[in-house]
């Protein structure tokens, strides 16, 4: 499953750089929240613009660890979205998103009496969201973002960052 995914990603990234003139490619980073884990994450997106009004955007998001019942929690997640942009002004934009996500949950614990015990698991979901980027210049695109994750474990996920015109 996880070669399907990483080779989804990377076909999305081989036409999302040949679709389009380069001028429009934004890359940013941003702090997220995601209500399942109760936890902020740190996130890199790009957005690669395949029509007029719709952009494909990959993302990842790394939840910082977190203690919990004796036990460490890490989770990730990896985002291929797609962002249809219904009001595109001169500074302020927004779109819908929708698209794919994978997260990965392990939990471990180092108990001295029962030993270490580890476990991991990934899962597939969907996104679906919106957005607000706002253009304070050419190349500095402030934004907020609110996804909801249907997956097992779902969670809805605010973020906001900063995308840079590449």
Avoid: C
């Avoid at 029509?51 to 990842?60: D, G, R, V, Y």
């Avoid at 934009?93 to 990965?104: F, I, K, R, V, W």
């Amino acid at each position: 499953m996880k070669r399907i995914i990483l080779t989804t990603f990377i076909i999305v990234l081989h036409f999302g750089f040949s679709a389009n003139a380069q001028e429009d490619t934004r890359i940013g980073a941003f702090l997220a929240y995601g209500t399942e884990i109760e936890n902020i994450g740190i996130g890199a997106n790009a957005e690669f613009p395949i029509l007029e009004n719709f952009t494909i955007s990959p993302s990842f998001i790394y939840y910082f660890p977190k203690e919990e019942f004796g036990g460490k929690i890490n989770w990730f997640e990896i985002n291929g979205n797609a962002h249809y942009y219904f009001v595109n002004q001169d500074n302020l934009s927004a779109y819908a998103l929708g698209g794919l996500n994978y997260s990965s949950v392990k939990v471990s614990y180092d108990d001295p009496r029962m030993g270490n015990f580890s476990h991991s698991d990934g899962r597939v979901g969907l996104n679906l969201g919106g957005g607000i980027n706002f253009k304070i210049s050419d190349n500095i695109i402030p934004f907020a973002e609110l996804k909801y994750v249907f997956i097992d474990g779902s969670q809805l996920v605010a973020s906001g960052g900063v995308k840079f015109n590449l």
